[in-house]
């Protein structure tokens, strides 16, 4: 069988940079204790590296103060805390329909406890209006919380006219990073972002398990867990200071060790290059799939201000089985189906055909990868015609 072609980078990177694996694989095997916990000297060396990643992320993120860099476990864990622990029943919330589950999911259940929630759609393009936010302001919105790049369509957001206007207003704004983090540019201070959270799996070609946020200073986030915290110990509630605010026992130091190692080789191959080079290749992606009869695909017109993030659909086949045809007879890893954002599907009306079809471009693409998809989905459309 000729070698798997994947395509599903925007669910998670693969494969990742050599340097990630043999860093981690060293890291582990010589400093895989428990960091900042004692005076030993592995464990020192440890926490260093854990620091040194925290500094390197805040810098990523044009963070001012490292220290309010706190590492999760994904993009998952960081959203649930920024948002259970900035609204409380009686708030008002604005988000967009745009939004993953781990924004969608909590939300909802605010929702059903006295949080109201609005939802600013996207436009045909697959675009919020800035305008749309301000619109929606009340005295007791206590919270914008917004997709940067969508894992659905790949639109990348208006995000530094939605800041500045959340910041006339005086109203926190929060950043879902998940796609955006190691593609485009993530500056919380240009952007006017009070809080960005990040998953290390994605497009910063890490392991999974490792994540985070940033919390600009000024910004706080109500404690909702507690924990250790390897400082204090005799302290009887959990520590306010950051970064352990939002920090809970040990971290997955195995995580920042990848973490580490994957946002290094982004920063020495440059990450206008490394996104170029995707987008030269969902370009290619986009003009070969538009000139197939009965391929039907979803705000993919203009590909500025985008991510290579690429939904279809084949007329006369549902999403599920060409994703199960390009397995197994083409080999070629995509992703099918509502992609966890229901509400992106209800707007492009996908969800009536149970999703779309998504490939996901990565940095160890090649032109031959995208040759070879193209003729893969021709191949079915002209099955699906007959």
């Given amino acids: 069988m000729s070698k798997l072609i994947y395509m599903d980078n925007g669910a998670t990177s ?20 428990n960091p900042g916990r004692s005076g030993y000297d592995l464990c020192v060396e440890t926490g260093e590296l854990v620091e040194n990643t925290r500094k390197m992320m805040a810098r990523f ?25 900035m609204l409380k029943p009686g708030d008002h919330a604005v988000t967009t329909t745009l939004e993953h589950n781990s924004v969608l999911r909590p939300l909802y259940h605010l929702s059903r406890a006295g949080v109201e929630v609005d939802h600013v759609p996207f436009d045909k393009g697959g675009f919020v209006d800035p305008d749309d936010f301000s619109k929606r302001f009340k005295k007791n919105t206590k919270l914008v919380i917004i997709n940067q790049a969508s894992n659905v369509i790949g639109t990348v957001q208006p995000i530094k006219e ?26 919380i201070e240009d952007a006017f972002v009070d809080i960005v959270a990040f998953t290390g799996h994605k497009s910063l070609l890490g392991p999974t398990g490792i994540g985070g946020l940033y919390v600009r200073e000024g910004i706080e986030i109500r404690l909702t867990r507690a924990g250790g915290t390897g400082v204090r110990s005799a302290v009887r509630t959990h520590l306010e200071e950051y970064p ?69 659909n084949v007329t006369g086949m549902e999403a599920m089985n060409v994703g199960t045809i390009l397995d197994v007879d083409h080999n070629i890893a995509c ?38 998809a193209i003729g893969a989905v021709r191949e079915i459309a002209e099955m699906a015609r007959k």
């Fill in 14 to 33: 693969f494969p990742k940079p050599p340097e990630v694996y043999d860093f981690m694989d060293h890291f582990y095997r010589n400093f895989g204790v």
């Fill in 61 to 85: 993120f044009n963070g001012a103060d490292p220290n309010r860099l706190c590492f999760g476990y994904n993009s998952t864990d960081a959203l649930n805390l920024i948002i259970f622990g």
């Fill in 162 to 187: 939605i800041g500045r206007r959340c910041r006339e207003h005086g109203v926190p704004l929060a950043i879902d990073a998940s796609q955006a983090a190691g593609k485009v540019p993530v500056d």
């Fill in 244 to 312: 352990y605010r939002l920090e809970y026992g040990t971290l997955n130091v195995l995580g920042v060790a990848g973490l580490h190692a994957g946002l290094k080789w982004i920063l020495d191959k440059g990450l206008e290059s490394v996104h170029q080079l995707e987008m030269k290749l969902t370009t290619k992606l986009r003009d070969g799939l538009k000139g197939i009869d009965g391929v039907t695909m979803y705000c993919q017109d203009n590909l500025a201000d985008h991510i290579g993030v690429l939904p279809f």
């Fill in 335 to 372: 992703r099918t189906g509502l992609h966890c954002a229901p509400l992106v599907h209800e707007g492009l009306g996908t969800d009536k055909v149970h999703g779309a079809v998504r490939f996901g471009i990565g940095p160890f693409n090649t032109e031959e990868h995208i040759d070879t």
